[in-house]
């Protein structure tokens, strides 16, 4: 089977931390790497998104928007979309929502049999409201086979002891942040049996090497 290239990425509606345009850096960075779907969170309806999927020459496109429309989600592809849906969690901490987009594509790409591919982005503040709509949107239960996104999730694994102890906890600490958890990335992991891809591929990273 030839390969499939796909990534995800929060582009923060296409704004870097100075509040300026990141679709050029954004563009620098996939740019090169012929992707055959890309899934992206925080973003609009509007023509940056457009934009961003024409330079990279994919063609088709769809948005999952929300309640707010804030962290609406997009997957473009290089392949025809063939159905997609889109589901709005009613679990939120405060007056954001979030969805799942989900698609089914077609094409003479072999990696295409039979997939379904989806993107979401959960809440930020809040595990267990995480969790709440992790489990309402339940890709396992829905046949989901690729699911990307923002988890705001840790995985214990990724990080050492002590790397761990000063880099998390303390950080999170100061920041007055929530206490971190494992529950979702353990049930995404170990009770639906979803396989992290970018793991697999890239065993040794660890520590710094990981975004946290």
């Not at 931390?17 to 309806?45: P, T």
């Not at 958890?181 to 995404?188: G, K, P």
Request: proline residues 2%; aromatic residues 12%.
């Amino acid at each position: 089977m030839s390969t499939f290239r796909l990534a995800t990425i929060n582009v923060h509606s296409f704004l870097d931390s100075n509040f300026d345009s990141n679709i050029s850096d954004l563009l620098s960075i996939f740019g090169s790497l012929n992707l055959d779907l890309i899934a992206v969170q925080e973003i609009q309806d509007d023509d940056k998104w457009q934009k961003f999927c024409q330079h990279l020459s994919l063609p088709y496109s769809i948005y999952g928007s929300c309640v707010d429309n804030f962290f609406g989600n997009g997957i473009a592809s290089r392949y025809p979309i063939k159905s997609h849906s889109n589901q709005v969690s009613s679990f939120s901490c405060q007056i954001d929502s979030r969805p799942l987009l989900q698609c089914r594509l077609t094409g003479d790409h072999q990696f295409l049999i039979d997939r379904i591919f989806a993107v979401t982005h959960l809440d930020h503040l809040n595990d267990d409201v995480r969790l709440n709509q992790i489990k309402e949107f339940n890709p396992y239960e829905q046949n989901i086979d690729i699911l990307m996104g923002d988890m705001n999730a840790l995985t214990r694994e990724d990080y050492s002891d002590d790397y761990y102890q000063d880099k998390i906890i303390e950080i999170r600490q100061k920041s007055q942040w929530e206490k971190r958890r494992f529950d979702l990335t353990n049930l995404i992991r170990h009770e639906w049996n979803y396989e992290d891809a970018f793991k697999l591929i890239n065993p040794t990273l660890k520590n710094k090497q990981i975004s946290t």
